[in-house]
Every structure is written in structure tokens, then in C-alpha cells.
């Protein structure tokens, strides 16, 4: 502090010297003596002049400055438009044409016509692809390269590339390459597939290729020439049709190789008065190859046709792809229609017009319910359709991975009919039975109960549910058992079941049962190679008779 104190006060002595020297002046302009005031006013004065000389000073120091800026300026902006005028002319007067655009112009700047070359371009073939890219580098500022072309068919290189704010588009014309000379000749005689020329006239060969040479078996050309060389028999009629108007005539023949048949597809086009060129390709490879392909397809269609039931297959468009004979005549649809590929919809309307569906109330619903199979593959059908004209149909359609439904179809009608014909023919047989006062039962062939009486299971106490079911007879006897006691009477019983000839054992007659009971058995073969026993209760009997040889003996 006391460093700064005597800076100050050396920088203020000269001005407080002044100060005490313009004092008495001061005061002797007034007229006066000296006072303390004239010192104030003195240091006032002196600082009035000082600030007045800075000021003055400073002004003209800021003039000189910004004269030397405006030359600067006015040099510098001299430079610049002699720099534009330079690049302007250097643009206009090259090849290379380019626009300027940017957010802040309100038109693109362009140079040698690129603002509306970019117009052309956008209306060219490449213009998906030019304004794709144009796009990108005016939103995200990536820059491309690539080749554009007009409407009148001129091709352009296209670059462009951010500049500051603004973006840059470059096109350059890409020369068309002069046509050359070609030599046709020496480049067809290196394809390896035989080619060759005939006159318009007579049809006669002009050239062929060492191919062709190869394919007839002709040393040189003149030799082919000489003898008018063919690949095929068919080949001159072919080249006469391409001759009458035909402009290219194809055709598909087969030719021995050595000793191997290879197939060629032969094509003939129609050059006017450079005759007719014609060109032979192998295709034994193509036609093996189509053989395969079809070939689990026609295996497919036919095992679909030796089907006795009726399969369609549906695709993911609901159209119908393919059917068999079976499905075409278990519906009585037309076949040329159904070639039509048809949608199930239209298939299923066409049914119910007809009256071949069962009667539905609301016909819309049920049909949805049949295409929900294409919508959803867990979903399946299997069911059966009782129409109204006497047909019952058994259906199952289900879906695969691919979308594909696929239904199979099965007329089912006589089956019904004979289980109708069965299930009456049984409840004969069960009415039959029951007017029996005996006990009756009727085994099968693999030794179950299939029939029996009421008074067979009332005499065994035995319950309706307990020989429901086809029980075996072993199971019977050992119910029986356990109602009336073990006893040899199911021994007979199964004797004479498991018998090839059950009627002889119908000789051991009687059998007490082990509740006192006597049973008269009696076994009968049946045409299915069942057995029919009959427990006739002869107890009664045996004990009338019992009384009657009892009696006289009592008389006497």
C-alpha cells in the first residue's frame, strides 16, 4: 500500500505543481488576494484542458482507424468480386455444370444450367434413386455419387456434398463410347452352342459356328455348306415358318449325342435380308429337371384319383388348388368349374343353392366357422354333414403350416343305413331272446358276453350295469361264483365256449348249481363262430318227479 501510495503521489505532483502555479494568476485576473479556493479552481482548469486534449486526441486516433478499415474493406471486397467474377467465368467457361442450394435461397444458384438439369434428372428414369439421395443430403447432409439419366436419355455423373450451409450438386456428362468395330464373327464362333445363318431364298446355310460344325458332324464349313447341313429334320420347316412372318420360331426337339439322346430348343429369328440366324441350346438338363419336379406331382394327382374319398386342398388365397375324381362326383360339381379354382366360399354357395349341405339357421355363421381354418392352423373339422337329400358325409379339414387347408371328404350313407339295419336286427334278437322263459346267453367268438336274457341274469342275480360291456366269460363265471357259489357248472360252461364243437357237451345234461339248483345245459353253435348256452331250470321238475316215484312206495 505504501508502494502505491507514493506512485500516486508521484504522477500527481506535476499537476498539483501547476495547480499552486496558476493559483496567483487566478487571483490576480480577480482582483484579489490569494485564497485556498483559487487552488481548487486551478486544479479544475488544468483538468478541464487535459481531458479536452485526451478526448481530442483519441478522436482523431479513432478517425485514422476506421479510414484505414473502409480502404481495407473496400480493397478486400475489390478482391472478393474479382474472386467471383474469376470463379464465375472459370464455371461457365468449363465443362462441369453445378447448382447451389440452401434454406436461405429462395432460388437455386446454378451454373451452366445444374438447376435444371436437377429438374431433368428428377423426371429421368433415375429419378427414384436421384431423389432418394438428393433428399438425404439436403435433411442430413450425406453426400453421393452417382449416375443420372435425363429424359432425352443423356447420362450424367452426379455429386454432391455439403458446403457450409448450403449444398453443392456436381454433374459432369458422361461421353457416349464410340462404336467400335466388332468383329461378330470371331465372338459367335466362341460361344459354345451351335449357331448358324440360312439364306431368306432357299433356305440354304451361309455360316455356322464350329459348334453347329460339331452338333452335324462336318469337318469344315464348306463341307456343311455343300450339304446344306441341318441340326434337325424339322429345322428347314422351322426356318421356312420364321421366314413366312414369324418373327422368332421356337421349338423343342430331340437328337442322339453319340450314343446318349440329349433334348435342344431350337429358336429361328427373322434378321429381313440378313437371313435367318438360328440357335440350338441343350436343355436335357432343364427337361430332366422339369421331369423331376412334375414328376411327385403327377404321382400326387394320381394316388389323389385312385382315392375312394373325396380330398380338396385349398391355398392361402382360399382358392381351390387341387381336388380328385372322388370329390368332384361325391358333390356332382363340374369339372371344367372347379378347374376355375373357385374359393370355399363360392364352393359352399354353390352346395347349398343346390341342396347338398345340411339345413343350417344361419348359414353365414356356420360358413365362417369353415373359414376361420385358414385364419387359425390349431383349428380343425371333424364332423359329419347329414344333407337333405339322405347323404351323411363325414368331413375332417384341417390346416398346415404354409396356410394351405386341406379337406377329405367320405360318404358314409350305407354305413348308417347298416348301423340302422344292425341296431334293429339286435333289438329283434333281444325281443327274441326275452320271450325265452329260459336263461340265455350268447358269447362271442373271443369268448365276451355280446347277448343275453333277463331271466339268465335274474336266475344268476346278476345286475343289467355288471354284464354291460361285453364282459369275458371267465368274468361272468366269477361273478356267478361269487352270487351263488363255486360248483362245476362254469366249467361246463367254458368247456363248451372255447369248443370247436360245444353241442357235445350238451351230453352231461343236468348240473346242480351250489345253491341246490338243477340246470339243464344246452350249448349251440352260431354261424360267427359264437356259442349260445341255455340254463334251462329244470329244479321244479326234477323235484315233481322226485314226488311222483315217491308216491307208491308212501300207498304201500
Known amino acids: ?27 490576480q485576473a480577480a482582483g484579489r488576494g490569494q485564497q485556498d479556493s483559487d487552488f481548487l479552481v486551478a486544479g479544475f482548469v488544468i483538468s478541464t484542458l487535459l481531458i479536452g486534449t485526451a478526448c481530442v486526441w483519441w478522436a482523431a486516433w479513432s478517425h485514422a482507424r476506421l479510414s484505414n478499415f473502409r480502404i481495407a474493406k473496400n480493397t478486400d471486397d475489390s478482391r472478393m468480386r474479382g474472386m467471383v ?31 435444371e438439369l436437377i429438374q431433368a434428372c428428377i423426371k429421368g428414369p433415375d429419378a427414384a434413386i436421384f431423389a432418394t439421395s438428393l433428399n438425404a443430403l439436403l ?77 452335324v458332324h462336318a469337318d469344315t464349313l464348306e463341307a456343311a455348306r455343300c450339304s446344306n447341313a ?14 413366312e412372318g414369324v418373327e422368332v420360331s421356337n421349338a423343342r426337339r430331340y437328337v442322339s449325342v453319340g450314343s446318349e439322346r440329349r433334348a435342344i430348343s431350337i429358336s429361328l429369328n427373322n434378321l429381313g435380308d440378313a437371313g435367318i440366324v438360328g440357335v440350338a441350346l441343350d436343355v436335357t438338363s432343364a427337361v430332366r429337371a422339369e421331369g423331376e419336379v412334375a414328376a411327385p ?57 343346390a341342396g347338398r349341405l345340411p339345413e343350417q339357421r344361419e348359414f353365414n355363421t356356420w360358413k365362417q366357422e369353415q373359414l376361420n381354418l385358414f385364419d387359425d392352423q390349431s383349428l380343425s373339422i371333424d364332423t359329419i354333414w347329414h344333407a337333405p337329400n339322405g347323404k ?49 346267453a350268447i358269447f362271442g367268438a373271443d369268448g365276451r358276453l355280446a347277448m343275453h336274457n333277463a331271466n339268465f341274469a335274474k336266475s344268476w342275480s346278476l345286475t343289467d350295469k355288471e354284464l354291460s360291456g361285453a364282459p369275458h366269460f371267465t368274468q361272468v363265471a366269477e361273478m356267478c361264483a361269487q352270487r351263488k357259489g363255486r360248483d362245476g357248472i362254469w366249467d361246463i360252461v367254458s368247456a363248451g365256449v372255447i369248443s370247436g364243437e360245444p353241442q357235445r357237451y350238451a351230453e352231461w345234461g343236468r348240473a346242480i348249481r351250489a345253491d341246490g339248483r338243477i340246470f339243464s345245459l344246452a350249448f349251440s353253435s352260431l354261424p360267427d363262430g359264437g356259442v349260445a348256452v341255455v340254463f334251462k331250470d329244470i329244479t321244479d321238475l326234477e323235484r315233481f318227479a322226485e314226488e311222483l316215484r315217491n308216491k307208491p312206495e308212501i300207498a304201500a
Not at 1 to 27: G, N
Not at 230 to 238: F, G, M, W
Open 230 to 243: 441341318q441340326i434337325d429334320r424339322s429345322e428347314p420347316d422351322l426356318s421356312a415358318g420364321a421366314r
Open 139 to 215: 435433411k442430413s447432409g450425406i453426400a453421393f455419387e452417382l449416375r443420372a439419366r435425363t429424359g432425352d436419355h443423356r447420362r450424367f455423373l452426379a455429386r454432391g456434398k455439403p458446403i457450409g450451409r448450403r449444398v453443392v450438386i456436381f454433374f459432369k456428362e458422361i461421353a457416349a463410347v464410340e462404336e467400335r468395330a466388332i468383329d461378330f464373327p470371331a465372338i459367335l464362333s466362341s460361344v459354345p452352342v451351335p449357331i448358324w445363318v440360312r439364306e431368306q431364298q432357299d433356305l440354304s446355310l451361309t455360316w455356322a459356328n464350329p459348334a453347329f460344325l460339331d452338333a
Open 392 to 440: 351323411s358325409i363325414k368331413v375332417k379339414g384341417a390346416a398346415d403350416h404354409t396356410g394351405t387347408v386341406f379337406f377329405q371328404f367320405e360318404d358314409i350313407s350305407d354305413l348308417f343305413r347298416l348301423r340302422g339295419e344292425l341296431t334293429l336286427r339286435t333289438e329283434v334278437q333281444r325281443a327274441t331272446l326275452e320271450t325265452f322263459e329260459d336263461g340265455i
Open 297 to 353: 406331382a403327377i404321382a400326387f394327382r394320381d394316388m389323389m384319383d385312385r382315392m375312394p374319398h373325396g380330398l380338396a386342398q385349398f391355398g392361402r388365397d382360399r382358392r381351390l388348388t387341387r381336388y380328385n375324381r372322388a370329390y368332384a362326383q361325391l358333390w356332382c360339381l363340374d369339372v371344367d368349374w372347379l378347374d376355375s379354382k373357385p374359393t370355399l366360399s363360392d364352393v359352399l354357395d354353390r352346395l347349398r343353392n
Open 85 to 115: 467474377r474469376f470463379r464465375d467465368a472459370l464455371l461457365l467457361e468449363s465443362d462441369l455444370v453445378a447448382a447451389v442450394l440452401g434454406n436461405e435461397l429462395a432460388s437455386p444458384i446454378s451454373y451452366g444450367g445444374g438447376a
Open 1 to 27: 500500500m505504501y508502494q502505491i501510495a507514493q506512485i500516486i503521489k508521484f504522477l500527481a505532483s506535476p499537476f498539483v505543481a501547476a495547480a499552486h502555479a496558476l493559483s496567483p494568476a487566478i487571483a
